[in-house]
């Protein structure tokens, strides 16, 4: 079950082109591409005449073209052309769904159409900033849930675990890391400070850190599926008074949890360095150390997936870190309970 009122991520706005991308979201399937006045759309990826997937057809001058008989849809999704036929039937058409395309993702509402209001969308400006930010991303597929992906990113423990040769450190630091939580109406935020902290790898790398440093991350999520981050790191002790402003590392991560079956997600990720913004390889280098690292996250979690359609949920237990993550969840179930009230205009 997913909340369909809402904007997901459908792909980063360079995968969608004028070859059509078939991708499916929230369990329908969907086709992605761009028309010939490069606005971005989306479209039901089945052909109303004969119902071949439209991926497999081509965009042309008015549009996608199915590559069957020929048929052409709008971004609208109407039928503009139909081979050998003159007059074309209103109800030839496709369901179309909303998109936008804004700071370098392509978001689409997968909802009732009527209610797709853009100014809801989560805005990252730092993907628009390459001076200060020079970034990279890219999309890992992921066979587990989406909320198994949100779960592992409310609960940071898993770091001195999971991640001990890339972005981890000492687990006992990562427990006992000092939590501010603050819940909002779609989500929930935190920060957790690790002062007078052993630098993990990937940090010590970026910046060459030579002692102990002060490391703060900031956290939110914005139901249902992105989880926004940053992170900043300096010397120990220039922490001390809470201020963050003066850091010698600093990044931004952008986490989009896109679900496309019960079992299986998209996940859109870029990693932005405040640091050494003028060298391209250091971008590249961080890039690389936070690929390894959620590379680590996926294969924890697709296993985790596996042994819970296995064997069920029932028996988990909750511990001391879940409680971010609870709430979470929890926001998660109000906003499904939310839109059980209210059936979908469009089904
Ligand atoms: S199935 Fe698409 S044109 Fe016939
Ligand atoms: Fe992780």
């Known amino acids: 079950m997913f909340v369909r009122n809402a904007w997901y991520v459908a792909g980063w706005a360079d995968e969608i082109g004028v070859t059509p991308l078939a991708r499916r979201i929230c369990n329908e399937p969907v086709v992605l591409f761009r028309d010939s006045r490069n606005r971005a759309a989306a479209l039901l990826d089945m052909c109303c005449h004969r119902g071949a997937p439209l991926h497999i057809g081509k965009v042309v001058e008015q549009g996608l073209q199915c590559g069957y008989h020929g048929l052409v849809f709008d971004h609208s999704g109407a039928c503009v052309h139909v081979p050998g036929q003159e007059h074309i039937l209103e109800r030839t058409r496709v369901r179309s769904f909303p998109v936008v395309e804004q700071d370098a993702f392509v978001w689409i509402w997968m909802g009732d159409p009527a209610k797709a209001d853009p100014h809801k969308i989560v805005r990252w400006p730092y993907h628009n900033d390459t001076v200060n930010w020079p970034h990279k991303h890219t999309m890992y597929p992921i066979k587990a849930a989406a909320m198994l992906m949100v779960d592992n990113l409310m609960d940071l423990t898993h770091l001195g675990y999971v991640h001990v040769s890339t972005i981890g450190g000492n687990p006992t630091q990562h427990v006992e890391a000092k939590m501010d939580v603050e819940r909002t109406s779609l989500g929930v935020k935190f920060t957790r400070w690790m002062l007078n902290s052993v630098p993990p790898p990937t940090y010590v790398k970026a910046v060459g850190f030579q002692g102990r440093i002060d490391r703060c991350q900031r956290f939110e999520f ?56 003028d060298e391209p390889a250091a971008t590249e280098q961080f890039f690389e150390q936070v690929a390894a690292a959620f590379l680590e996250d996926k294969t924890v979690v697709e296993a985790q997936q596996t042994r819970l359609a296995e064997l069920g949920e029932s028996a988990l237990v909750d511990i001391a870190s879940d409680s971010v993550r609870l709430h979470m969840r929890r926001t998660m179930e109000r906003l499904l309970a939310e839109e059980a009230q209210q059936p979908l205009a469009a089904e």
């Open 222 to 277: 914005v139901a249902p599926g992105s989880v926004l981050q940053w992170t900043g790191a300096s010397d120990a002790g220039g922490y001390r008074d809470g201020d963050t402003s003066d850091s010698k590392l600093a990044f931004r991560l952008y986490h989009a949890l896109t679900p496309e079956t019960d079992t299986s997600c998209f996940y859109f990720w870029s990693a932005a360095n405040g640091f050494r913004q």
